[in-house]
């Protein structure tokens, strides 16, 4: 087999498993995934919402769920690690989830779009980006975007603090997209530029006074010693 091939295999299969993952996971909240290959087997990290309903009493669903991973994607010995997002709100996948579910229970995709953005940002987001697209009116498919803050769309801003999540919304029109863009707090844009306040100079010391040279006249007979001549 070939070097591109078995590329192609590697990048198929693991598209299959977190789409897999994420219909396992749905009710704790499927908020991202890691897969890394280590010299034991495969780790597989997930970030859910509520890692409690995933792991399942005395851990009987998540040794379910890898011997399900193991038969399904042929993976060499994995290992599922659970980890507790602490701050959904600024977790792409989780709210573009919660969006999707808010249309399926009939919000008006304004107010749901506008609630999305409004939650994000409150949370402390630096900008977000929420953008639906299907048939939200009529039977033409539309595209709508709701967007906050600042958005990078290009250059490493992308790669190091924007957060993408996308989830599909089954409604009875047709299917909904959203996708759900965030930019992390600790963000630092390349134009900031932070001017440091140069030091105060230190004042001058002021030369010392010379003494009075009294009612004497300069060099007369009578004038004391030590006076100038």
């Known amino acids: ?13 693991r598209v299959l498993l977190k789409d897999f993952l994420v219909r396992e ?10 897969i890394q290959r280590t010299p034991m087997g495969t780790r597989v ?3 859910c919402e509520r890692p409690g309903i995933l792991i399942g009493r005395r851990g009987e ?3 379910r769920l890898t011997e399900d991973i193991q038969k399904r ?8 690690e659970v980890q507790e997002e602490r701050q959904p709100s600024l977790n792409a996948q989780l709210m573009a989830e919660k969006l999707a579910s808010t249309l399926e229970r009939g919000w008006h995709f304004r107010r749901a779009g506008h609630s999305t953005v409004r939650r994000i940002m409150e949370s402390g987001a630096r900008g977000c980006q929420v953008i639906l697209s299907g048939k939200l009116t009529g039977e033409r498919h539309r595209t709508e975007r709701f967007k906050a803050g600042t958005i990078k769309y290009c250059g490493d801003g992308v790669r190091l603090f924007i957060g993408k999540g996308f989830y599909q919304a089954r409604l009875k029109p047709g299917v909904i997209g959203v996708n759900v863009w965030i930019m992390t707090p600790n963000a630092k844009l ?3 530029i932070k001017v440091k306040a140069v030091p105060e100079r230190p004042k001058s010391v002021p030369a010392p006074e010379l003494p009075p040279l009294g009612d004497v006249e300069a060099g007369g007979a009578d004038a004391p010693e030590g006076t100038l001549p």
């Open 25 to 34: 996971s749905a009710r704790a909240g499927f908020g991202g995934l890691d």
């Open 73 to 80: 994607f042929a993976l060499d010995n994995p290992q599922i």
């Open 45 to 47: 990290t997930l970030i």
């Open 61 to 63: 669903i998540i040794k």
């Open 1 to 13: 087999m070939s070097a591109e091939r078995k590329v192609i295999q590697e990048a198929t299969r």
């Open 190 to 192: 390349p134009d900031e």
